[in-house]
């Protein structure tokens, strides 16, 4: 058996990016299957964006540049952090990453290590367990409750840190719930993240993603935490540009830094082509944002009554942001469906897949295995049959 390095050999694969996968292996098998799984937009990239990245070919800028960003894509990050978010972050605080998920998993690697404890609130993106692994420190669920919304309790938060307790990851709008924290919530979490002296990292994938009036950014409701807090964001949900790979972080200098030089060693640059265009993505027109934002939240709408319509399901909010649902389904676990044992949010994903062929994700390494997450990036006719197949297929469940 070949020796690996023990955190890769423990480290599970992406079980969003597998539910994806297993459904083009079944399409590209002819099979007729509609997924709800992948967590892209299925917009297409702007046109303003691609026409900027060729423009950049033809001019050239096909080089190395400096491993953390180009001068020029930092300076659009900093305006696009003081417009969206009112934080202000001069270009040397600023990092750019070949994804939102390089930037984070740098961060990370950067500010933790081992012996700390990172406080992840569940439901919480799959990844960040992996990335608070592979820095050697120990992530440390802390389940939110669905009555609650799905947002951290101040008081949970507080008795859950320890004298280990170093750092909190925060996702806002939340993938895989859609929750939004509102301004009151963030206030009172932030008097707790600095009485404990928490690293504060900020997921803010999502955040031009919302529905309803957006709530300030952490770092804005007290500024206090920027001094103790990194902002990652990704241009892959705002602007289509999940296969472009442009991402970035921003937050005191030292720790940038520190990130900048981590990526100068493990990859170097994001493309150069890619930052081009992410010039563009940030500084150009904003209309084919809110038109994107607008076809999702026609969707939700529909989403969140389909799903409340199908039997077993329990949605008790609409989510406020992101383009994800994620049902309760624990009254179809612990039955079994044609010799198949439904335990948990996984089995009943794989079910769902196998049996209504319609890919979703079970809830299991979102930290919510009495769950599974829908994404509706998907056009309303293919959501409509994918929510008929999967009504037909729990009514005959519970029978």
């Not at 690697?109 to 012996?115: R, S």
């Not at 439904?342 to 009495?370: M, Q, T, Y």
């Not at 509706?376 to 049959?385: G, W």
Request: charged share 20%.
């Amino acid at each position: 058996m070949i020796r690996l390095n023990r955190r890769v050999a423990s480290l599970k694969a992406s079980s969003t990016m597998a539910a994806e996968m297993r459904a083009r292996e079944l399409k590209a098998a002819g099979q007729d299957v509609i997924s709800l799984a992948a967590g892209e937009p299925d917009f297409d990239t702007p046109q303003r964006i691609k026409h900027a990245a060729l423009q950049a070919l033809e001019r050239g800028q096909t080089k190395y540049t400096p491993s953390s960003g180009t001068v020029e894509l930092k300076e659009a990050i900093r305006l696009k952090l003081a417009r969206s978010a009112g934080l202000d972050y001069p270009v040397a605080q600023i990092m750019a990453s070949a994804g939102g998920k390089q930037a984070a998993c740098n961060v990370i690697a950067t500010l933790f290590d081992e012996g700390d404890e990172v406080i992840l609130p569940t439901p919480i993106w799959v990844s960040f367990a992996a990335m608070v692994q592979l820095s050697g420190a120990e992530p440390k669920a802390l389940p939110t409750e669905q009555s609650d919304g799905f947002l951290l309790d101040p008081q949970a938060l507080g008795r859950a840190i320890t004298a280990r307790t170093r750092g909190i990851v925060i996702n806002s709008p939340c993938n895989p719930t859609g929750a939004v924290y509102p301004a009151k919530r963030l206030a009172a979490l932030a008097r707790v993240f600095l009485e404990a002296e928490l690293w504060v990292v900020c997921d803010d994938a999502y955040a031009d993603i919302v529905y309803d009036l957006p709530e300030p950014h952490l770092f804005a409701v007290e500024p206090r935490l920027a001094q103790r807090g990194v902002v990652v964001n990704t241009f892959s949900k705002s602007y289509a540009m999940t296969g472009w790979r442009l991402g970035f972080a921003a937050g005191p200098r030292e720790v940038i830094a520190a990130a900048a030089r981590l990526q100068g060693q493990n990859s170097g640059n994001p493309c150069s082509i890619t930052q081009a265009a992410g010039i563009e993505a940030l500084t150009g027109p904003q209309d084919d944002v809110a038109a994107m934002v607008a076809e999702f939240r026609r969707r939700r709408d529909l989403v969140a009554r389909r799903v409340r319509e199908l039997p077993g399901f329990r949605l008790p909010e609409v989510p406020a942001g992101a383009f994800y649902v994620f049902p309760e389904v624990s009254q179809l676990l612990g039955r079994t469906f044609r010799g198949t044992k439904i335990s948990d949010g996984d089995a009943l994903a794989g079910l769902i897949l196998e049996e209504a062929r319609v890919a979703v994700v079970g809830g299991n390494d979102f930290g919510a295995a009495n769950h599974i997450r829908l994404s509706y990036a998907a056009p309303l006719s293919e959501l409509e049959e994918a929510f008929d197949r999967i009504g037909r297929l729990t009514a005959q469940i519970l029978g």
